[in-house]
């Protein structure tokens, strides 16, 4: 966690959120620490094998994540006490790196899966606030801003429920963002978390033309709606971690069985992703660089060692004005254009 967040710290714009995901690992056989049945997002099933709970910083504005950290989800025979759902050890998780999540941002967005009450207080209890997204018909109530009754009891705090096909607009600001894309937020009671939330209801065409609305919500009551979309649509920088070290790193070639052997793999595989990243970057100036593609670093080193070969073999002076550009040429083959 220390090493990771040293270089999100130093090669990043220092505009960050926190982003958490599981992630499915594939594994075989009977003898490893934490195997059992887990949600795997590709295949839309749960599967045999393991899952890392996985924590990147995300840069906002250059739209790329960094990964901190990732820790083994226990299995459900008997890892978890009987009091404690997955949800809480998920909580728990994250609020024992509290101090070092806080210190890169304030934010924590999360998916659908973990909007709920219990999470968000966790989450809350860390000094952060919860970006995450609602039920597409939550269960949620406009707060009452009307005169007083002057009448004995509680005065009134809500004015009835929300009916998402009928919305007051009197009550919420709307911003369009284009022909098919409109918001609308407020500030609401959900009756779920037992308190108040930011609300960015999004309104849009889908590919079939029909109208669909998307809720995203944040605790944090002073927060733009467009920024709540912004940063819920960035946690999915957390994926391409995962499908780079997937890809690239070995996260799922370990056949090691032991807890903390895993665990070294885990982060190693995840870590190399980073450095990759950084490693590349590095050579290349600020205002010239382009998306990170993890395809092109394993290109351009590939080419480079085979250039290298056949200078060692034929005998060619690769610092000759003409073989430089030639050279040049010949390690990017292959990458992405520009």
């Not at 219990?118 to 009452?144: C, G, N, T, W």
């Not at 799922?252 to 895993?262: D, F, G, I, V």
Request: charged share 25%.
């Amino acid at each position: 966690m220390e090493f990771n967040t040293n270089l999100t710290t130093q090669h990043g714009s220092g505009h960050y959120i926190i982003a958490f995901d599981p992630s499915y690992i594939r594994k075989s056989g009977n003898k490893t620490h934490g195997l059992g049945r887990y949600w795997s997002g590709c295949a839309q099933a749960s599967k045999w094998g393991l899952e890392i709970g996985g924590i990147a910083a995300v840069d906002v504005d250059n739209n790329f994540a960094f990964h901190l950290d990732a820790i083994q989800t226990p299995s459900s025979k008997g890892a978890l006490d009987d009091e404690k759902s997955l949800l809480d050890w998920y909580g728990d998780t994250l609020y024992q790196t509290k101090d070092t999540l806080s210190k890169i941002s304030t934010y924590l967005v999360a998916d659908a899966y973990f909007s709920k009450r219990p999470f968000l207080e966790k989450v809350r209890s860390m000094q952060m606030h919860l970006i995450s997204r609602l039920r597409d018909d939550a269960d949620m109530k406009y707060l009452y801003y009307g005169p007083k009754t002057g009448k004995r009891g509680r005065p009134k705090k809500h004015d009835g429920k929300i009916d998402w096909n009928n919305l007051k607009d009197d009550y919420f600001e709307i911003e369009h963002i284009d022909d098919t894309t409109t918001i609308y937020s407020a500030v609401i009671y959900a009756k779920s978390f037992k308190c108040n939330i930011k609300i960015s209801c999004v309104f849009f065409l889908n590919d079939k033309g029909k109208e669909t609305r998307k809720i995203y919500f944040s605790s944090d009551l002073e927060m733009l709606a467009a920024d709540i979309l912004q940063y819920y649509r960035s946690r999915f920088q957390i994926e391409f971690v995962y499908r780079d070290g997937k890809q690239f790193t070995g996260l799922e070639h370990c056949q090691a069985r032991s807890e903390n052997k895993l665990n070294f793999h885990f982060n190693a595989s995840l870590t190399s992703v980073n450095l990759a990243r950084i490693s590349h970057w590095l050579s290349i100036p600020k205002e010239q660089r382009q998306a990170f593609s993890m395809t092109d670093v394993k290109t351009l080193y590939h080419n480079k060692i085979l250039i290298d070969r056949f200078i060692d073999v034929f005998a060619i002076n690769p610092n000759t004005r003409k073989n430089q550009n030639i050279v040049k040429e010949l390690i990017k083959y292959g990458t992405l254009a520009a």
